[in-house]
């Protein structure tokens, strides 16, 4: 059987109780040597082997899968944060299909969700912002035409840019380039819940700036969106005036 499990944005302990259950019984595991914390393989099996996809291809990734499955064995495919976003899991999974080989999905938390926890904030603000965009900037990987950078930029909600440090003068400019101002409020958070944990504060205008200064170039977010500064409106869920399925309204 194989497992994908997510592996969370960094924090060993911040993987779920299914994910690190499947890792202490696996007889093998794939793991994203460039992103995923090597402290996750600790409670691994001794006799567990242990392969590192970041100098596997496809097809060796595959490989691995198919003799370990044909041998009965238990195979952990672990990704960085949770794999559905940027995990590249289907064309894994596709394979899988056509090999008739069984497999499942342990969701895990992404490095999205530790970035907010380092801001100490949330992204959706009431009279600020009710969306999240998750992206990335165009580079050797191609986007959709209809999803440019700039596309995204235009509707100015909270945003969370992936995998585009080593870009982040065209991040920067393309950003301007929709319905964020100069002024408007950015971050750059290096390994979210990791020990090394960095936050950066600056604004659209001055991201690249902040990142060059902090020589920040990979292994961080970019996260942008007047939910960073201060002003919003009361939630309407604990508002004592607003009646909901389990309170009335204070009169």
């Known amino acids: 059987m194989i497992h994908f499990v997510g592996a969370g944005p960094g924090a ?3 993987i779920s109780l299914r994910g690190a259950r499947m890792i202490r019984e696996a007889d093998v595991i794939i793991y994203a040597g460039s992103l995923v914390n090597p402290a996750l393989l600790e409670e691994r099996k001794p006799e567990c082997v242990v392969y590192d996809s970041a100098y ?15 041998a009965g064995k238990d195979v952990v495919r672990l990704h960085t944060g949770d794999q559905s976003l940027y995990g590249a899991i289907r064309e894994q999974m596709d394979e899988l299909i056509r090999l008739g080989i069984d497999y499942d999905d342990t969701p895990g938390i992404s490095s999205f969700c530790g970035a907010a926890a380092a801001l100490q ?10 969306s999240v965009i998750i992206t990335r900037m165009e580079g050797r990987t191609p986007v959709p035409e209809r999803e440019k950078l700039r596309s995204m930029a235009i509707h100015g909600c909270s945003m969370v840019v992936f995998l585009s440090m080593g870009l ?12 964020y101002t100069e002024e408007t409020p ?4 290096y390994k979210a ?3 090394e944990e960095k936050v950066f504060y600056c604004t659209v205008g001055t991201l690249a700036e902040t990142a060059e200064k902090e020589a920040i170039r990979k292994t961080a977010l970019i996260v ?3 939910f960073l500064q201060k002003g919003y409106e009361r939630s309407k869920l604990y508002d004592p005036g607003f009646t909901t399925e389990f309170r009335d309204a204070a009169r």
């Open 121 to 130: 904030t949330e992204y959706t603000l009431p009279s600020v912002s009710q």
């Open 186 to 189: 950015a971050a750059i958070v």
């Open 193 to 195: 819940t990791w020990p």
């Open 12 to 14: 060993p302990d911040l």
């Open 168 to 179: 982040i003068r065209d991040v920067q400019k393309e950003l301007l380039a929709g319905a």
């Open 224 to 226: 942008v969106g007047d």
């Open 56 to 70: 596997m291809t496809l097809e060796d990734v595959i490989g691995v899968m198919k003799v370990a499955d044909a």
